[in-house]
């Protein structure tokens, strides 16, 4: 089974703060996106990359960057929260090819005050 | 400019009924469609595809109806079970990304 990891369940940080939000496959995927969903909004894409040190920008990238060191490891920055960043923030990851299903985390529940 | 829409924010239905879910698209480029389910505090998981090529696609007591012609695509849950209980996306895509919709939340009731 695929397992993806977001490293907190629930983060609570101050405007104006660096935010770091981690995110681990075990399965090898080549493919690791980040989601934000908000209600009424659905789940939109905010960075994606498809190998190691490749990024592309989402729908909605501004405020955001992201890191890939490594194969397994995703990570998403807020370089300077602010409260509209308030959301639920999803990791997902998929094999390489385009029609592959994502397997997502279990969500980071951001509270920026 | 929404690309995939589900018109429909909630859905009750008696146990043991057909659910209905109903998804429409704009995008032409679009030629893969995907269903996910979300139940609380989890992430969504995916719960059943379809290739533009097709337009049915079953998989135990959930199917997928395309219509390309409309661009348009339904998920029917026969008998629906109280455990269907969940907010359901409906996503597509043409390229590496998907285009999720707003969700539809389905209550079963018992």
């Known amino acids: 089974d695929v397992k993806v990891t977001q490293s907190s369940r629930y983060l609570v940080k101050r405007t104006g703060e660096k935010v770091f939000l981690e995110c681990v496959q075990d399965m090898d995927h080549e493919n690791m996106f980040w989601y934000r969903q908000d209600p009424g909004l659905g789940l939109r894409l905010i960075y994606f990359?498809?190998?190691?040190?490749?990024?592309e920008k989402g729908d909605i990238p501004e405020g955001y960057s992201v890191s890939r060191e490594k194969k397994e490891r995703f990570s998403l920055i807020l370089e300077s929260a602010s409260t509209n960043q308030t959301s639920m923030y999803l990791c997902?990851?998929?094999?390489?090819?385009?029609?592959?299903?994502?397997?997502f985390g279990n969500g980071t529940r951001l509270t920026v005050t | 400019d929404q690309q995939v829409k589900q018109n429909s924010p909630s859905l009750s239905v008696q146990e043991g009924r057909i659910s209905i879910l109903n998804c429409d698209y704009t995008n032409s480029m679009f030629d893969y469609f995907l269903w996910y389910k979300k139940y609380p505090a989890e992430g969504p998981t995916f719960l059943i595809s379809?290739?533009?090529?097709?337009d049915k696609n079953e998989d135990g007591r959930f199917t997928v109806f395309l219509n390309k012609s409309a661009k348009h695509l339904s998920l029917h849950i026969v008998p629906s079970q109280p455990g269907d209980s969940a907010v359901y996306f409906c996503?597509?895509?043409?390229?590496?990304?998907?285009?999720f919709g707003k969700g539809t939340k389905l209550s079963v009731i018992p």
């Open positions: 996503a597509a895509t043409g390229s590496y990304q998907l285009t």
């Open positions: 997902a990851s998929s094999e390489r090819g385009k029609n592959s299903p994502l397997h």
């Open positions: 379809i290739s533009s090529i097709k």
């Open positions: 990359s498809y190998d190691v040190k490749m990024k």
